[in-house]
């Protein structure tokens, strides 16, 4: 059974992860590119990510940019480990 994370947990994690903030119960992050190809490019890739996690993310993209919010349906749209899991995968994504 999946487990939500403390505020205190996640301020805690948070630090290893790259310009995500904790915001609203969801991590959050957005990301610039060059044009919208890219954008929606990196998208694709992050469907891979989130597939093989079986966690996917609340995506909204506008020409170059792509907004990013992860929060755990099952706990009650809170924070739990895997939203970690996927955060770092995406962040592999764009590296």
């Not at 630090?15 to 959050?28: A, G, H, I, M, V």
């Not at 992050?46 to 609340?58: C, G, V």
């Not at 506008?62 to 770092?88: M, P, W």
Request: glycine share 2%.
């Amino acid at each position: 059974m999946k487990k939500s994370l403390s505020e205190a947990e996640v301020n805690k994690q948070i630090p290893e992860l790259s310009d995500w903030l904790f915001e609203n119960d969801c991590l959050k992050k957005t990301y610039i590119f060059d044009s919208f190809r890219d954008a929606m490019s990196f998208i694709l890739r992050i469907s891979f990510e989130a597939e093989e996690l079986d966690h996917h993310p609340a995506l909204f993209n506008c020409y170059n940019r792509v907004e990013i919010s992860l929060n755990t349906h099952d706990v009650g749209n809170k924070v739990t480990q895997k939203d970690f899991e996927l955060a770092k995968a995406i962040d592999s994504v764009s590296a």
